[in-house]
């Protein structure tokens, strides 16, 4: 994975170009102005922090098929919805490079740059795993973790940050494991955490005390069939709309699972903390 990119700022001017067809993640793009590319089903988002029409469109033309949709102009801030400030999370305080808080007592503090993936802490089903991995990592028995569609890398960062030892970070998006590498470098836990770019459910056969996703439903449904779900002791389920959190739960009925608790804080998005039935005497 390559080295990380400075950091963007809240005024950054950002050039993003909509294209219709993927751009291979890997494809190499000669310019310093390239920020990355994010590649959602068959779209590309190309993110440049200079104009770089001529420069896509000379790109274009060695892909076939693939067409410019639209381009647009805007700062770092308004892609990110504009929340530039320091976050409060629970007992978390997550910090973006160009500005810092000072911690509170018992506060667990992060340093975050987002790039231009979203991950910035605002989410409510972010919210739901902090505390859900909070509860998980307070009997200081989480010693391992999986961390299923990293995004930015909070999670397993907060994880770490708990003590937790040894994390795997996957996300199947090349712009988002990139994301996450660099936070976890912003944050010296080079030593703790591995990033990988790769599919979730791929990865569920590495045994953990902790497994969490905060995923799309398409992928959830999959990986908790996974014969490796049922080898994990705490998960944490989340990114889950009202009718596929019950199709999830309907299904974990049938297996040797306990539900400890749920979250649903805008009657949307669903998040869930359970252990395996086995090694249940064990957590309580």
């Not at 160009?98 to 911690?103: D, Q, V």
Request: net charge negative; aromatic share 8%.
């Amino acid at each position: 994975m390559p080295e990380p990119s400075p950091p963007l700022r809240p005024d950054t001017l950002l050039f993003i170009y909509y294209i219709d067809g993927a751009i291979p993640t890997h494809h190499h793009i000669e310019t310093e102005n390239f920020i990355g590319n994010w590649v959602e089903d068959d779209f590309s988002f190309l993110f440049f922090t200079q104009p770089a029409h001529e420069k896509v469109m000379q790109l274009l033309a060695s892909f076939p098929g693939r067409k410019l949709l639209d381009e647009y102009e805007m700062t770092y801030a308004q892609w990110q919805g504009g929340i530039t400030q320091p976050v409060r999370i629970g007992r978390f305080l997550l910090n973006p490079t160009w500005i810092k808080a000072s911690p509170g007592e018992n506060e667990v503090e992060m340093v975050i740059d987002s790039g231009v993936v979203f991950g910035n802490g605002a989410h409510t089903t972010t919210q739901a795993c902090l505390e859900a991995i909070d509860i998980a990592c307070a009997g200081n028995k989480v010693h391992s973790m999986l961390d299923l569609g990293s995004g930015t890398g909070i999670l397993a960062i907060a994880a770490a940050k708990l003590g937790c030892e040894k994390i795997v970070a996957v996300d199947y998006n090349y712009l988002a494991a990139k994301t996450t590498r660099q936070n976890v470098i912003l944050n010296r836990l080079d030593d703790h955490i591995l990033v990988v770019n790769g599919r979730a459910e791929e990865h569920t056969a590495i045994a953990a005390d902790l497994l969490v996703a905060n995923i799309h439903f398409d992928v959830m449904k999959d990986l908790v069939r996974t014969e490796g779900f049922l080898h994990q002791k705490w998960f944490v389920l989340s990114g889950l709309l009202n009718s596929e959190v019950e199709k999830i739960l309907d299904y974990l009925a049938t297996q040797p699972v306990l539900i400890l608790k749920r979250w649903n804080q805008d009657n949307i998005w669903h998040t869930v903390l359970g252990i395996t039935q086995v090694l249940g005497k064990a957590h309580k």
